[in-house]
């Protein structure tokens, strides 16, 4: 590195730092430091290190950058002269945000993978076999190990700790079985440490709560992103501020916790968003293990019940549902929050009861795809509900009382048999209401002519059958907030031509989605703010959708799928669909497809 550059330097970055410090470490490399430069502050400490770089032939490491405003400083100040002389800056960082920000390409970000097999066993050796000499017995165990690791050096390091001290087989078996659940221990494991340092030291406070409640996830689940944000708001780890709502603010905590690489993505949205997700196995034992010592959350699994001197306020279960249910658990009175992930391999035939008076105090209840026999009256009790998902087609009936709930935000019954032809009434008193996902076939219900309530803070409608009430509804703007519509046609397509001839009074839709035949109305008359439309078995003539859709500003996602449009030409006029960016078809009935000149100009 001297031979071909004349003037190299190292600084780390520690979390709490000062410009001042780091600027001074990294002439501390280049040059003698006296006296006078130790008074000096951070402009003339940056105006100095600037001069003596000038001309020369220069690489500096800044290593650990994880604000944006730290390169941000630098950049203005123009610390390093760039004069074409050869001289590099590299810095290192877990911010995806501070990488590209500061890269003028992006071939010039180097991506860290997780490490394959190989390297993870050869980092491990180094680090436990300092000689370099190794059974073959402990390298088949501990080639077991790394894998556990899933590629991330941080958790190698970490467990080389522990197995450096102690290098018989049978102690290396014996992490093997429990390197899972070494959460049972009532100790922290060693490799936890480095773990808990980064977690307090790295991880924004406002992040960690939202990291720990991953952790009520199964190993290895793929997690839905909305559904996580939707908790997070139920459980005010995240709340509206300003003018933002608190989904939104929601969306950018889950981009934070990938761009610090705590998650991984295993799906991604038609828009490019996070649609699924994983969480490495190593921070979600971390995070099992830390919510229980704080009475956070408390995790049950077939196999292991982790126990704590502190009553939990949320238990997530990984087996079936009545098993906790007929335990009489002395702590359900004081839950709050009961999340489920049913054992596809257990045989709940009987499915379970749904007696709110056991937990008066419930936020939030989702029994995930458990079978659900019954949903108690009782359930009105239940005042402080928030959040409340039932997936299991067995169910089929629900109590009225359900939709007379004050504080409820999130209703989620969409996979059930449930047939409402009408919703009760007394859903125009869920002031709190953000996200109504329903099964198919149900319809709004009419107002009281003395009720003009609206659903404020409505954000999600899905699905519903349009009448004519739903367009009445729509034009007298009963939901002001509505981002995402899901119509589900019956026989009348007038209905759903009415509802969508009046969507122009819903400023705030983005997402529409139209399943089953309909009628499109004259051109013009959808919002302006849809970014996303969707068409399923529509039979439109594709002329129709052409003209509604092709100049709708803000309009990313177009799908057409399975028969939506027909007709002998779909034709794209010249600078069409000028923000397009994603455009799925499938099964459309189409002979000829003509695109003009700047149709779809930026579709990726």
């Given at each position: 590195?001297?031979?071909?550059?004349?003037?190299p330097?190292?600084?780390?970055?520690?979390s709490?730092?000062?410009m001042?410090?780091?600027l001074?470490?990294?002439?501390?490399?280049?040059?003698?430091?006296?006296e006078?430069?130790?008074?000096?502050?951070?402009?003339?400490?940056?105006?100095?290190?600037?001069?003596?770089?000038?001309?020369?032939?220069?690489?500096?490491?800044?290593?650990?950058?994880?604000?944006?405003?730290?390169?941000?400083?630098?950049?203005?100040?123009?610390?390093?002269?760039?004069?074409?002389?050869?001289?590099?800056?590299?810095?290192?960082?877990?911010?995806?945000?501070?990488?590209?920000?500061?890269?003028?390409s992006?071939d010039?970000?180097?991506?860290m993978d997780?490490?394959?097999?190989?390297?993870?066993?050869?980092?491990?050796?180094?680090?436990v076999?300092?000689?370099?000499?190794c059974?073959?017995?402990?390298?088949h165990?501990?080639?077991?190990?790394?894998?556990?690791?899933?590629?991330?050096?941080?958790?190698?390091?970490?467990?080389?700790?522990?197995?450096?001290?102690?290098?018989?087989y049978?102690?290396?078996?014996?992490?093997?079985?429990?390197?899972?659940w070494?959460?049972?221990?009532?100790?922290?494991?060693?490799?936890?440490?480095?773990l808990?340092l980064?977690?307090?030291t790295?991880?924004?406070?406002?992040?960690?709560?939202?990291l720990?409640?991953?952790?009520?996830?199964?190993?290895?689940?793929e997690?839905?992103?909305?559904?996580?944000?939707?908790?997070?708001?139920?459980?005010?780890?995240?709340?509206?501020?300003?003018r933002?709502?608190?989904?939104?603010?929601?969306w950018?905590?889950?981009?934070d916790?990938?761009?610090?690489?705590?998650?991984?993505?295993?799906?991604?949205?038609?828009?490019?968003?996070?649609?699924?997700?994983?969480i490495?196995?190593?921070?979600?034992?971390?995070?099992?293990?830390k919510?229980?010592?704080?009475?956070?959350?408390?995790?049950?699994?077939?196999?292991?019940?982790?126990?704590?001197?502190k009553?939990?306020?949320?238990?997530?279960?990984?087996?079936?549902?009545?098993?906790?249910?007929?335990?009489?658990?002395?702590?359900?009175?004081?839950?709050?929050t009961?999340?489920c992930f049913?054992?596809?391999?257990?045989?709940?035939?009987k499915?379970?009861?749904?007696?709110?008076d056991?937990?008066?105090?419930?936020?939030?209840l989702?029994?995930?795809?458990?079978?659900?026999?019954?949903?108690?009256e009782?359930?009105?009790?239940?005042?402080?509900?928030?959040?409340?998902k039932?997936?299991?087609?067995?169910?089929?009936?629900?109590?009225?009382?359900?939709?007379?709930?004050?504080?409820?935000q999130t209703?989620?019954?969409?996979?059930?048999?449930?047939m409402?032809?009408?919703?009760?009434?007394?859903?125009?008193?869920?002031?709190?209401?953000?996200?109504?996902?329903?099964?198919?076939?149900?319809?709004?219900?009419?107002?009281s002519?003395?009720?003009?309530?609206?659903?404020?803070?409505?954000?999600?409608?899905?699905?519903?059958?349009?009448?004519?009430?739903?367009?009445?509804?729509?034009?007298?703007?009963r939901?002001?907030?509505l981002?995402?519509?899901?119509?589900?046609?019956?026989?009348?397509?007038?209905n759903?031509?009415?509802?969508?001839?009046?969507?122009?009074?819903?400023?705030?839709?983005?997402?529409?989605?139209?399943?089953?035949?309909?009628?499109?109305?004259?051109?013009?008359?959808?919002?302006?703010?849809?970014?996303?439309?969707?068409?399923?078995?529509?039979?439109?003539?594709a002329?129709d959708?052409?003209?509604?859709?092709?100049?709708?500003?803000?309009?990313?996602?177009?799908?057409?799928?399975?028969?939506?449009?027909r007709?002998?030409?779909?034709?794209?006029?010249?600078?069409?669909?000028?923000?397009?960016?994603?455009?799925?078809?499938?099964?459309?009935?189409?002979?000829?497809?003509?695109m003009?000149?700047?149709?779809?100009?930026?579709?990726?």
């Open positions: 590195m001297s031979k071909q550059f004349e003037h330097a190292w600084a780390f970055v520690p709490i730092y000062s001042r410090g780091l001074l470490d990294i002439l501390k490399d280049l040059m003698p430091i006296g006078e430069t130790l008074k000096l502050d951070d402009v003339r400490l940056a105006q100095k290190l600037r001069n003596f770089l000038q001309g020369k032939k220069y690489l500096v490491v800044i290593d650990g950058v994880e604000e944006t405003q730290l390169w941000e400083t630098l950049r203005k100040e123009k610390v390093f002269p760039n004069e074409n002389h050869g001289s590099r800056l590299l810095l290192t960082t877990r911010s995806t945000r501070v990488a590209s920000l500061a890269s003028s992006r010039h970000v180097h991506k997780p490490l394959d097999e190989t390297s993870r066993w050869t980092l491990l050796k180094k680090l076999f300092k000689d370099g000499s059974s073959p017995e402990l390298e165990l501990g080639k077991q190990i790394t894998t556990k690791c899933d590629g991330l050096p941080l958790a190698i390091v970490s467990l080389a700790s522990l197995l450096d001290r102690d290098k018989r049978g102690q290396w078996v014996d992490i093997i079985r429990n390197v899972s070494y959460l049972n221990q009532q100790d922290s494991p060693p490799c936890f440490g480095i808990d980064t977690y307090h790295t991880i924004p406070e406002h992040l960690r709560k939202c720990l409640y991953l952790g009520a996830y199964p190993s290895g689940s997690i839905l992103a909305r559904q996580v944000i939707n908790l997070w708001v139920a459980e005010e780890l995240v709340k509206d501020e300003g933002s709502k608190a989904e939104e603010i929601a950018r905590y889950l981009e916790l990938f761009s610090l690489s705590l998650i991984e993505v295993a799906r991604k949205r038609s828009d490019g968003g996070i649609r699924k997700f994983r490495h196995e190593i921070w979600r034992m971390f995070c099992v293990l919510s229980e010592r704080t009475g956070f959350l408390q995790v049950h699994t077939k196999f292991v019940s982790h126990s704590s001197n009553t939990p306020w949320r238990l997530s279960i990984h087996h079936e549902l009545r098993c906790i249910l007929s335990n009489n658990q002395g702590y359900l009175p004081d839950i709050c009961l999340l049913h054992d596809r391999d257990s045989h709940d035939s499915g379970s009861k749904l007696d709110f056991r937990s008066p105090c419930l936020t939030v989702d029994v995930g795809s458990t079978r659900v026999s019954k949903v108690d009782n359930i009105k009790r239940s005042c402080l509900l928030k959040y409340l039932l997936n299991h087609p067995s169910l089929n009936r629900l109590p009225r009382t359900l939709f007379s709930l004050p504080n409820l209703l989620d019954i969409k996979n059930t048999c449930v409402f032809p009408y919703l009760p009434s007394g859903i125009w008193g869920m002031q709190n209401l953000r996200h109504l996902l329903l099964p198919l076939y149900t319809m709004l219900p009419k107002r002519d003395q009720s003009r309530k609206c659903l404020w803070h409505l954000q999600t409608l899905s699905t519903i059958t349009p009448d004519g009430n739903t367009a009445a509804l729509i034009f007298h703007s939901f002001p907030s981002i995402k519509l899901s119509l589900n046609n019956s026989q009348e397509m007038e759903t031509k009415r509802c969508l001839e009046r969507l122009y009074k819903l400023g705030c839709l983005q997402k529409l989605k139209i399943i089953n035949r309909a009628v499109f109305p004259v051109p013009r008359t959808f919002p302006t703010s849809l970014v996303k439309v969707s068409l399923v078995k529509t039979d439109l003539a002329d959708v052409m003209r509604m859709l092709e100049y709708l500003d803000h309009l990313q996602v177009l799908k057409l799928l399975k028969r939506s449009i007709g002998p030409e779909l034709e794209m006029k010249p600078n069409s669909f000028p923000q397009l960016r994603f455009l799925f078809m499938e099964e459309i009935l189409v002979k000829t497809w003509r003009g000149d700047g149709a779809m100009g930026i579709l990726e």
